[in-house]
């Protein structure tokens, strides 16, 4: 499970394996404090993503990108064109 080394590769891969199967995939959040890590992680079971930071201002890119996804989970709407939207 290699992490993503830019943000941007990451972000385009988690939105594009959610619309892959949206039943399937699963997002986690981990923090360590000790490290000063956040790690967020896109699975379905059989691809899994990562990426690694320790920056401050990543949290919030991290943040949006949850947001995203929460928001095409709960939408009752087609979710083909809903990424490009935003």
Not at 37 to 56: E, G
Request: glycine share 4%; with cysteine.
């Amino acid at each position: 499970m290699p992490y993503y080394q830019t943000w941007e590769e990451f972000a385009r891969a988690a939105e594009k394996l959610y619309l892959t199967d949206p039943m399937k995939v699963r997002v986690v959040l981990k923090y360590r404090h000790c490290d000063g890590n956040l790690c967020i992680k896109v699975t379905d079971n059989a691809v899994c993503i990562q990426y690694k930071t320790d920056q401050a201002q990543d949290v919030k890119k991290v943040e949006k990108l949850h947001g995203k996804l929460m928001r095409l989970m709960v939408s009752k709407e087609t979710h083909s064109g809903a990424m490009e939207t935003d």
